[in-house]
């Protein structure tokens, strides 16, 4: 049972590059999220997807685009990379966006922009 | 804005002893959730304490909830070794979990 599975774990980014972290889940989770950690800090939310074809935005969500065609898959598109974008990334899924559904995530994709 | 935030920001203690780590939250929420992260790690879920609750146990785990005071704690009995990592606290709220910067917990054994 693999849980959420976030490719690649690591990624050097120039700055204007594009790129997409794939995420992926094996559980049939309606809710999908991706969530951004900052050294030393709590995660904040930057895009979140109640089912497929439907995304929201989050607390953090400029330059970054995200699509769910599948209930398993949760793509975050990075537009133009900026140094300000290095940070750890991670996904989470949930059963759905009820009240007592816990967060199951993955280990994360950790992106440095030079 | 961080929904949560978490007191201390970092904890050290020796094995054996209880561990206790505090929360604030800003704004109404449905449940609150703790997570723990080892080092380098994804973040796994605790337990979750529903708005209408005010006391959950879940093993070594208690965790309590006031919402007049908008503030919840995590209590640790008995800490091990393994126990080290960081604790975060979420709140959430129509679904969406918004977390606080964290409790840095080291046991020394």
């Known amino acids: 049972n693999a849980g959420v599975t976030q490719t690649p774990k690591f990624q050097v980014l120039k700055t204007g590059q594009s790129m997409t972290l794939q995420c992926a889940q094996d559980m049939n989770h309606e809710y999908m999220s991706w969530y951004r950690q900052d050294p030393g800090m709590g995660l904040r939310l930057i895009h979140y997807s109640v089912g497929a074809g439907i995304t929201d935005q989050g607390e953090v969500p400029n330059g970054y685009n995200v699509s769910r065609s599948t209930t398993e898959d949760f793509p975050l598109r990075l537009l133009s990379a900026a140094p300000s974008q290095t940070s750890v990334y991670f996904c989470?899924?949930?059963?759905?966006?009820?009240?007592?559904?816990?967060?199951?995530f993955g280990n994360g994709t950790r992106l440095t922009v030079t | 804005s961080q929904q949560g935030e978490e007191d201390p920001q970092a904890l050290s203690i020796q094995e054996g002893e209880n561990a206790t780590m505090n929360c604030s939250y800003k704004t109404s929420i449905n449940n609150l959730q703790w997570y723990r992260q080892n080092s380098g790690r994804g973040l796994v879920h605790l337990i979750l304490i529903r708005s209408n609750e005010r006391e959950k146990h879940s093993g070594r785990l208690r965790v309590t909830l006031d919402t007049s005071k908008k503030s919840s704690s995590l209590l640790i009995t008995a800490s091990r070794a393994a126990d080290t990592a960081s604790y975060f606290c979420?709140?959430?709220?129509?679904?969406?979990?918004?977390f606080g910067d964290g409790t840095t917990l080291t046991v020394k054994p």
């Open positions: 989470a899924s949930s059963f759905r966006q009820s009240y007592n559904s816990p967060l199951h």
């Open positions: 979420a709140g959430t709220n129509a679904g969406k979990s918004t």
